[in-house]
């Protein structure tokens, strides 16, 4: 079974500029999450989807937002990029019923200059 | 590949000792516990798992105990090997939040 896959895996961008970040969950995972981590703040929470709803959001300012699609793909999306928004971002996918261990990609490596 | 965290607490092992790696967590309504091992470069790696309603889990060369009281969790890893280098993640979860709390991480270094 193939596993999170995200894309693309690096990512170079300018401050004021936007970026859409991509997930392709584990075959027959609905839910799929979105973390930011970096050496400061360590694994955040960022959104939470299921079914194309979204279930959740964490504290992140509204420059961050997600989508996710009918066959459970999902996409975030960064506008008007900070140098603070330099970071590794993860995505992971779980199974149905509560208490699904979260399955993560190897993230995407966004900086910002 | 670049540092998960350049200022983790290190845990340093000497090949073929157990270790064992502490996490306090936040949330007395979690309910749910996982510890992650994360390698340089890679996303954070499923382990093992525990529910609340337990206090020990086994998994081959790895116990997760789960001490609801002081809210702390622990993995141990027998015999520890070259390849546990990684930095191990314990995350919670509260049914119905749909979101983990990670805790800060802790680098493990195994000596040969």
């Known amino acids: 079974k193939a596993g999170v896959t995200q894309t693309p895996r690096y990512l170079i961008k300018t401050r004021g500029q936007q970026v859409t970040l991509s997930c392709s969950p584990i075959s027959g995972h609905r839910s799929v999450s979105w973390y930011q981590q970096t050496p400061g703040q360590g694994l955040q929470f960022l959104f939470e989807y299921f079914s194309e709803t979204q279930r959740n959001k964490g504290n992140f300012p509204g420059r961050f937002s997600g989508r996710q699609f009918s066959n459970s793909r999902s996409e975030m999306n960064v506008s008007t990029l900070e140098l603070g928004d330099s970071a590794l971002y993860l995505c992971?996918?779980?199974?149905?019923?509560?208490?699904?261990?979260?399955?993560f990609g190897n993230g995407t490596r966004l900086t910002v200059t | 590949g670049e540092s998960v965290g350049l200022h983790l607490p290190t845990l340093s092992v000497q090949e073929g000792d157990n270790s064992i790696i502490n996490c306090a967590y936040s949330?007395?309504?979690?309910?749910?516990f996982i510890w992650y091992k994360q390698e340089s470069g890679k996303g954070p790696q499923f382990i093992i798992d525990?529910?609340?309603?337990?206090d020990k889990r086994q998994g081959q060369r790895v116990t997760v105990l789960l001490n609801k009281t002081v809210k702390h969790l622990s993995l141990q890893i027998a015999a520890t090997q070259p390849g546990d280098s990684a930095v191990y993640f314990c995350?919670?979860?509260?049914?119905?939040?749909?979101?983990?709390?990670f805790g800060t991480g802790t680098r493990l270094k195994v000596l040969a």
């Open positions: 949330n007395s309504a979690s309910d749910y």
């Open positions: 992971a996918s779980s199974g149905q019923g509560s208490n699904s261990p979260l399955h």
């Open positions: 525990i529910r609340s309603n337990m």
């Open positions: 995350a919670e979860n509260t049914s119905g939040t749909y979101k983990y709390i």
